[in-house]
């Protein structure tokens, strides 16, 4: 199992990006997935997730009503709108896939990881 992510990159304060994350190796229709961000010096945060059939979301409360999560079982990706971008918002940005149909908030929740990409905001 591999998960890959793009659409990162260094963007204005109040800008937009749109992260991406495919799978390979399997077929993730059944399972939940979502990101999380780790800042410098700060914890991992679990920003959003959505469950297997994209019938619901979790957002963390500081990107609510900015970033948007949605999901393509056909193509086997996950995607991660993110609008508004605030300096806050800055870090690796990492697209995780659980074993399970339903959301989690917690790091240890989620079995696959990707590489991570990085989110720049500049104010």
């Known amino acids: 199992v591999q998960l890959v992510e793009s659409g990162g990159g260094l963007v204005q304060a109040g800008g937009s990006l749109r992260l991406s994350c495919v799978a390979f190796?399997?077929?993730?229709?059944?399972?939940?997935m979502g990101w999380f961000r780790q800042a410098p010096g700060k914890e991992r945060e679990f920003v959003s997730g959505?469950?297997?059939?994209?019938?619901?979301?979790y957002y963390v409360d500081s990107v609510k009503g900015r970033f948007t999560i949605s999901r393509d079982n056909a193509k086997n990706t996950v995607d991660l709108q993110m609008n508004g971008l605030k300096p806050e918002d800055t870090g690796v940005y990492y697209c995780?896939?659980?074993?399970?149909?339903?959301?989690?908030?917690?790091?240890?929740?989620?079995?696959?990881w990707g590489q991570g990409t990085q989110v720049t905001v500049d104010s």
């Open positions: 995780v896939e659980r074993h399970s149909g339903t959301i989690a908030t917690t790091d240890s929740m989620y079995e696959y």
């Open positions: 190796g399997h077929t993730w229709s059944i399972y939940a």
């Open positions: 959505i469950n297997w059939d994209g019938s619901e979301t």
